[in-house]
């Protein structure tokens, strides 16, 4: 009899689906950085904290957003291409303000996907030596900025577009460049 109830208890226990799915350092890099950044421009707007209101700025937000963070747009269904539509499961928690972490925490349940995102590490334009970088990360940097490199066929042509670029994009990595 004590058995069957010790084996019944351990059974519920077993069944009993762990809430304590913190996000680890690192974690949802994507989500969590976007999702900051939007909940701050909602701030910084005065937006309305309705389920309606959020959605139409999450929208608007992700018409705009490029990488890794379309991607993630991508994911939760705030893209004119999107498959599926989840947004409701980030608009209707940040109308009750719930923090960011436990928003990707339970978007994480949901798609996987979702916390794999990673941002791509950034170039120090200032120091880096462009003739060592590859001609994909050149051309990354290009499109950065919005710029393409028509008629670029070799290495050389992409670093010659990006030193003629660096001024207007990227000033300070300019001036503290000494091959220019």
Same mark, same amino acid.
């Given at each position: 009899?004590?058995?069957?109830? *010790?084996?019944?208890?351990?059974? @519920?226990l077993?069944?009993?689906p762990?809430?304590? =799915?913190a996000?680890?350092d *690192? =974690?949802?890099?994507?989500?969590?950085?976007f999702? =900051?950044?939007?909940?701050?421009?909602?701030?910084?707007?005065? /937006?309305? %904290?309705?389920?309606?209101?959020i959605?139409?700025a999450?929208?608007?937000s992700? $018409?705009? @957003?490029?990488?890794?963070?379309?991607? %993630?747009?991508?994911?939760? *269904?705030?893209?004119?291409?999107? @498959?599926?539509?989840?947004?409701? #499961?980030?608009?209707?928690?940040?109308?009750?303000?719930?923090?960011? #972490?436990?928003?990707?925490? $339970?978007?994480?349940?949901k798609?996987?996907?979702?916390?794999?995102? $990673?941002?791509?590490?950034? /170039?120090?334009?200032?120091? /880096?030596d462009?003739?060592?970088?590859?001609?994909?990360?050149?051309k990354?940097?290009? +499109?950065?900025?919005g710029?393409?490199?028509? *008629?670029?066929? =070799?290495?050389s042509?992409f670093?010659?577009?990006i030193? +003629?670029?660096?001024?207007?994009?990227?000033p300070?990595a300019?001036? @503290?460049?000494t091959?220019?």
């Amino acid at each position: 009899m004590i058995y069957l109830s *010790g084996l019944s208890v351990v059974l @519920a226990l077993a069944l009993v689906p762990s809430c304590t =799915e913190a996000l680890k350092d *690192g =974690e949802c890099e994507v989500c969590v950085g976007f999702l =900051e950044r939007f909940y701050q421009t909602l701030q910084d707007n005065d /937006v309305k %904290f309705d389920s309606d209101s959020i959605e139409k700025a999450l929208l608007k937000s992700c $018409k705009e @957003a490029k990488g890794k963070e379309n991607r %993630f747009c991508y994911y939760i *269904g705030a893209t004119s291409d999107a @498959a599926t539509k989840i947004i409701n #499961e980030v608009s209707k928690p940040m109308s009750y303000h719930v923090p960011v #972490e436990k928003i990707c925490e $339970k978007l994480k349940k949901k798609d996987s996907q979702i916390c794999e995102l $990673k941002y791509d590490k950034q /170039v120090d334009l200032s120091s /880096v030596d462009l003739k060592k970088l590859k001609v994909k990360d050149l051309k990354k940097i290009l +499109e950065e900025w919005g710029e393409s490199c028509k *008629g670029c066929v =070799e290495k050389s042509d992409f670093i010659r577009k990006i030193n +003629e670029l660096m001024p207007k994009y990227a000033p300070n990595a300019a001036k @503290a460049r000494t091959d220019l």
